[in-house]
Structures are given as C-alpha cells and as structure tokens.
C-alpha cells in the first residue's frame, strides 16, 4: 500500500492521531490505515481514552518552565564513523519534544542499521529514491516538507558536495533539494578532506546558500594518528543548534545581569603524582553556565579539572586545588547572582611531597589533612560584595532533604539545590540528575522537588526560576536556550 499524505489538518486531530498512534506502538501514518481500515469494516474505534479531538485553542499549554515547544525534524544520517552519534542525537531531540523522521543514505547503512534507528525514533526509516511505496505520491517532497527543519547528521564531504552542487541521485540529495525549510549540517570527515580546496569551495557556497552549520570540532579522529578538525559534534551541540534555529527569539531576562558559577572537582595534590579528588564530571556546572548566559547574562565560570569544551560565550577560570578556586572566586565578585556547583574536596594534605612518595618497609607515609577552606559559606557571610542571590549545591547519599536544609542554615546561602549522588543514581558523571529546590524566605523553608530530567534541562529549570526571582517575571511560557 503507498505511503499516505494528509495535510492540513487541525491541531486537535494531530495531537489524537499522535497519541493513539503512541499508545498503540505504530507509527502515525500505520495508525491512520488503521482507522481507515475500521471505518471501511464499519467497526470505528471510540475516540476513548483520549476523548474528541478537541478544537484549536488560542490559550497556552501549561508547561514547566523551559520546556521546549513541539516541533519536528527530518534527520539525514550520512555514511560516516560519526553516524553511530545520530543515535543519541535522536533521543536528545525527542525528550526536547522534537519529532524526527530519519533518512539513511546508502553509506550510512554500513554504520548504523535501519532497524535501530526506527527502534529509537519510533517512526519507519527511509532509504531509498525508488522505494513504490513511499514515492507513489512523491515521498521525498513529503520528507522535504512536512517537517520544520532538516538535520545532516554527519554531513560528509560527498553529500556535502552534491548538495552545492544539486545533484539529486539519490532519496537524501533529492530531499536536500527540493525543500523549502532549513537545513542544519553537523560536518564530520578526515581533517585533510575538511581542508581540502574542494571541501572549503563547497562550505562556502552552502553558507552563500543560507544553510547552516555545526562544528566541526577538533580532536583525535577514528583512524590511528589522525587529528585535527573534522570530528562531527556532539549530540547535544547539535540539539542546542537545532533548538536555536526552530524556536523564535525569546526575551533574555538576565540582560544585564553578572552570573558567577563553580563547577566541578577540585584536585588537593598529595604529591607530583597523586592528589585527593572526587567523581564529579562539572556537566550539571557546565549546563547551568551555559544557560545563564543563553538567558542574557555574563557569566564567568570557576572550573576545577574536567573533560569538558568551554561553554560559548562564557568567561572561563580553570583552576586546580579548592584554595585556587576561592582565590578566582574572590577576584570575580561583585556579581549579581552566585551558584556554587562545584564539588569542592573538603580536605587537603598538610604537607604536600615534593617529590613522589615512596613505598617503605615502614609501611604507608602519614597524610596529615586539614580542612579546606568553605567556598559557599565564605561567600554567603561576606558583608561587603556579597551577591544578591547566592545558591549552594547538596549532593549527599542519605537523608538528602534533611541535610540540604541544615546546609542552607548552616552555610547562609539563599537556596540549595540537593541531589541525591549514591552509586545507584548514576548521577556523579551521568547525563540526567533528579534535585530538589530548596529555598528560604522570611525564615521559612520551602522544598520544591523536580522530576528526573537531563543535566541541561535542570539547569534551563534553575535559571528560569533564577530569572523569575531577580526579574519578578514569569517565565512559564518561554522556553531558555542554551548555547552549543
């Protein structure tokens, strides 16, 4: 049976054809022949669970702060080693509420199977010009435009090069070709083919072309001894560009305002060689950094040792030890507002080795520690540049609540966000974290707790609640972008 096309439906209708077609595990368009079917048969299935559709509405759709609106997106996966990273960029664009409908070129098959894909998209999987089902009513126009934007993902030096050139030999160049909407490209090649003549003159002529581009970035490269630039950005670079480009300008409610952030470990040196530390990755510091400074502020972000790329447009300090972070800390005041996501070593050794510590037959060398200084506490208590808004961190493995309040007291902060970081949670060096919001004001104690969410999207929920405290504005509709 050919593919179906229906268009301009009501907004009511597409929201019930998604939803049943989600509870039934079928695609949109298998859930249509569905009905179709009963209606034929004369055995219509009542509209329950969901009721009737319901009509258009011009009122808006209670969201949590910073959610993301509905969109969709036709993404290309090209034949390149980075295609295996189109798997986690489909689900990072489906929990931002982003459709996608994916095209494989012939390549990319090599890389990933289609079998996967659909398994993660949940919708079928195109891959070729000729296909008698999807083309009896011009399936490629249909991938072409029945989307808000197109994805390349990993864009490779040849399709690049078919599409300055348009050439249409196949289903995605064909679809590259015939939309009308914007397309997104997330290079990815050998750095030698990225800076090739040829490369550059392509690259040139598409941003003539108005599509734009993400990355590439730089690094170590799939082949042995190859680096340079050519890596194809990560997942979550390549959404944060997506999101820029589907969602219209939102006002930037900390316009103005001077955001100073710790993030990650901090390393206590024991000797050259060894040092005190802990498991903290910096992504939740990171996140947040990024987001303040989508939301209009200067943002200047305190970092121990992480594994991470600066976040755009951010002034970044990186430091090594808890003493050097209270130094930049220091030299960064005034600020308006101060989060302090740091995971900050409590202790240090006395008296560091100068040279490397050596095994005895006198067993273990003492290590005599003392206390590091308290960054948030020191911070919260000043009476001369202390920030208007001060936030700790309260990452603990038992009685989390409990001991996030007695932090907020003992310490002088204005909120604390607790995250619960025992072994189980996955949350030291994982991607998602569930906290809770503790806050004070006029001597009560108020707990607001979150859902599971990722990192980035805790800290687009943070900033808006920052926002709405120093603003007085309501942020419930808009949606905080961060950069890539």
């Known amino acids: 049976m050919a593919s179906l096309t229906i268009r301009k439906l009501d907004e009511g209708i597409k929201t019930y054809l998604r939803l049943r077609s989600a509870k039934n595990r079928r695609s949109v368009e298998e859930e249509v022949r ?3 079917g009963e209606l034929i048969e004369g055995r219509e299935e009542p509209l329950t669970p969901f009721s009737a559709p319901p009509a258009a509405s011009t009122a808006p759709t ?3 702060t910073g959610a993301v609106p509905e969109a969709s997106v036709t993404l290309i996966i090209g034949g390149g080693i980075a295609a295996y990273k189109s798997l986690d960029l489909i689900r990072r664009l489906k929990e931002r509420r982003i459709e996608v409908r994916c095209v494989l070129t012939t390549a990319a098959q090599q890389f990933v199977t289609p079998l996967a894909v659909s398994a993660l998209s949940h919708e079928r ?7 008698p089902q999807s083309e009896f009513d011009a399936g490629h126009i249909r991938l072409a435009r029945d989307c808000d934007m197109i994805v390349v993902a990993p864009a490779t030096a040849d399709l690049m090069a078919k599409m300055a050139n348009g050439h249409a030999d196949d289903l995605a160049s064909a679809i590259l070709l015939a939309t009308n909407r914007k397309i997104l490209l997330a290079p990815a090649m050998n750095p030698l083919m990225w800076n090739n003549a040829a490369t550059r003159r392509n690259v040139a002529q598409l941003q003539r072309d108005g ?3 993400v990355g590439p970035n730089s690094g170590e490269m799939a082949e042995a001894g190859e680096a340079g630039t050519g890596r194809m950005s990560e997942a979550i670079e390549i959404t944060a560009a997506a999101e820029r480009l589907l969602r219209p300008p939102v006002p930037r409610p900390l316009a103005g305002k001077r955001v100073l952030i710790t993030a990650g470990p901090t ?8 040092y005190i530390a802990n498991r903290s990755s910096g992504k939740q510091g990171f996140a947040i950094a990024a987001a303040a400074q989508a939301a209009g502020a200067e943002v200047i972000l305190v970092s121990g040792p992480v594994d991470l790329n600066d976040p755009a447009g951010v002034t970044v300090k990186h430091v090594e030890s808890a003493r050097q972070m209270l130094e930049q800390v220091q030299a960064s005041l005034p600020a308006d507002i101060a989060i302090f996501a740091a995971a900050v070593a409590d202790w ?13 037959s006198a067993g273990m060398p003492p290590l005599q520690l003392v206390e590091n200084p308290d960054i948030l506490a020191t911070i919260s208590k000043l009476t001369d540049k202390r920030p208007g808004l001060v936030i700790g961190f309260a990452a603990e493995t038992e009685h989390l609540v409990d001991n996030a309040k007695s932090k907020l007291v003992r310490k002088g902060c204005d909120w604390i966000v607790a995250n619960d970081v025992s072994p189980a949670t996955g949350v030291m060096g994982g991607d998602r974290n569930t906290v809770h919001l503790i806050t004070r004001k006029d001597g009560e104690i108020a707990v607001d707790s979150w859902p599971v969410m990722t990192k980035e999207q ?3 929920e943070l900033v808006a609640h920052v926002a709405k405290s120093v603003t007085g504005k309501s942020l419930d509709d808009k949606a905080l972008e961060p950069a890539s």
């Open 267 to 274: 390393h206590e040196p024991i000797d050259p060689v060894r």
């Open 211 to 213: 599509v734009v581009l």
């Open 348 to 360: 240090r050794v006395v008296n560091e080795g100068e040279q490397k510590l050596k095994k005895s």
């Open 34 to 36: 569905v009905i179709l």
């Open 125 to 131: 999987v195109y891959t070729d010009l000729f296909d």
């Open 62 to 64: 209670p969201q949590r």
């Open 458 to 460: 805790v800290a687009i």
